[in-house]
Nanobody, 127 residues
Framework: QVQLTESAGGWVQPGGSLTLSCAVS????????MAWFRQAPGKEREFVAA????????RYADSVKGRFTISRDNVKNTMALQMNSLKPEDTAIYYC????????????????????WGQGTQVTVSS
């Protein structure tokens, strides 16, 4: 069993920055892929960013490229999402996800590729 614990989100003004983190506990794995998804009110959950443990290869949704940076710490077993230049449309509940599989780039953004999910953390961007 794997537990994912997300850091608290928060409120930030447009143009501001916020960092989310996700800590993994439970089952150990030499390989994994972790991701962030988000769900805005009235919308379906969508992919934000993902990263592989072994090589740190990232993948980003087009909507966040150049603004968000995903990283991982293999020693601490954590993942972080640095969000810059935040926009009101980034407002959503952000979910951390994990799988022991090391996905190819094309599959990193697919929700069905992840086996464990965090509870979600609210990020609100408004003035």
């Amino acid at each position: 069993q794997v537990q994912l614990t997300e850091s608290a989100g928060g409120w930030v003004q447009p143009g501001g920055s916020l960092t989310l983190s996700c800590a993994v506990s439970g089952r150990a794995s030499s390989t994994w892929t972790m991701a962030w998804f988000r769900q805005a009110p009235g919308k379906e959950r969508e992919f934000v960013a993902a990263i592989r443990r072994n090589d740190g290869h990232p993948r980003y949704a087009d909507s966040v490229k150049g603004r968000f940076t995903i990283s991982r710490d293999n020693v601490k077993n954590t993942m972080a999402l640095q969000m810059n230049s935040l926009k009101p449309e980034d407002t959503a509940i952000y979910y951390c996800a994990w799988t022991s599989r090391s996905w190819i780039t094309g599959y990193m953004g697919r929700q069905e590729g992840y086996d464990y999910w965090g509870q979600g953390t609210q990020v609100t961007v408004s003035s």
